[in-house]
């Protein structure tokens, strides 16, 4: 009985301390109990070394009511109750046994096995509601914690859902600004167009406007494409916030895609807003004062707008662009209006010749367009080349002249590389020159001081 008791002693004084957590919430209450735990020691010594001891039997019994009654005494015991209830039936079999050991030997010699027989059951009893008593406080422990999990996961999705309906708001009023703001640069675009007066500007004007137009559709068609794709997830993210339960998988999605539309729509922009600028630039009448401009920028720009242009008039119209950037040019003092008409009455001139040559040999031709740049001691050269009909000798010479052209009647105004001579020899001090050979190729080569 004495081993029973003091299992049942020891293992109850560390299941109260550390379900109450007595060490920290009542530190006197604590060493109490570790001195009860250190008698029930020293009681289950005295039983093996005292076997008849009358007061060690009679301490066991005491001990365990003691337990019991402080238990339902002390308030601080209240959530360790349920547990303590098994603690009465061993304790009165083994306070009746003592008792009866005690006042008749013969009594309880008689009834010894029934006495005994009843501790061992009183004994499992207690052990097998610990362990039901153990198994319900992890249900409950699980249900608490999937209860505050729930808690937390409602208080997150709702500052998930604040969070998103701001963002929501904000990326849909960036996306009316920059609507606003395509609008006004297309307003602007028009206005400036009623500025080209200069004569070569005229004789080129089809080419260019063709060509920005062109240019400038592309971006235009991507930004309301992925504006209309982007109203449509901002309504599928709205509907799968309203939901009781958030698939926080399908809205970090949403917000990918529209952050993705979002930058497109930033990229496109910029490029329209870039090609306005070049048209503003171009239109403008030259101040006479340079400015550092990235050459490669400038000449590849021009390159796409004299393309496009002719293909606004020939929709059958295709050429290989070939381009050689020296990158280590760096930026160079220009007059960047002057030199963008140079370069697109060029570019033009190239896309005219190597359609003429195409009408002319629809078989087995690629029409070509290249430009390298370069930088040749302490000059920056252009070179523009095509391998369309090509120029005879007499023609050559005659290039340069004010209204000579080549072109049909009503194509052409002869003016366009005479001003361009003028712009790179006299407004910039280079050269300009000219190499070509009939149905093979023309060459035209620009040197500008570094």
Known sequence: MSVASFLIVFFFINYVRKTLDTANKNVWLDQQLVYLRHFSIALLVGQMILRDSVLIRMAW????????????????????????????????????????QLINQDFYEQFDDYLNAARFFAFVWVFALWLNNRKQEKALENERLRREQQEQL????????????????????????????????????????NQLIHAEKMASLGELTAGIAHEIQNPLNFVNNFSE?????????????????????????LLSDIEQNLQK????????????????????????????????????EYLRLAYHGLRAKDKTFNAKLVTDFDASLGKINVLPQDLGRVLL???????????????????????????????????????????GTGMPEHVKQKIFQPFFTTKPSGQGTGLGLSLSYDIITKAHGGTLEVISEPDAFTEFIIRLPA
């Open 61 to 100: 019994p005491l001990v365990l009511f003691g337990m019991v009654l402080a238990v339902f005494k002390l308030d601080f015991f209240r959530p360790v109750r349920s547990v303590s209830i098994s603690l009465i039936p061993f304790t009165a079999v083994s306070f009746l046994s003592t008792f009866i």
């Open 154 to 193: 409602s208080k997150v999705t709702e500052a998930q859902k604040n969070e998103l309906e701001v963002l929501v708001a904000e990326r849909t009023a960036e996306l009316r600004l920059q609507k606003e703001e395509l609008e006004k640069a297309l307003d602007h675009l028009k206005a400036t167009q």
């Open 229 to 253: 794709v982007s109203v449509e997830l901002v309504e599928e993210l709205r509907e799968e916030s309203q939901k009781e339960t958030l698939d926080t998988e399908l809205v970090s999605e």
């Open 265 to 300: 729509i930033q990229h496109h922009g910029k490029r329209a807003d870039s090609i306005v600028k070049g048209m503003l630039q171009h239109s403008r009448t030259s101040s006479g004062q340079k400015e550092a401009i990235d050459l490669n920028a400038l000449a590849d």
């Open 345 to 387: 009455n060029m570019f033009t001139n190239a896309f005219y010749a190597v359609s003429e040559r195409k009408r002319q040999q629809p078989q087995g031709y690629e029409p070509t367009v290249s430009i390298r740049t370069q930088r040749v001691q302490k000059q920056i050269e252009i070179r523009i080349r095509d391998n």
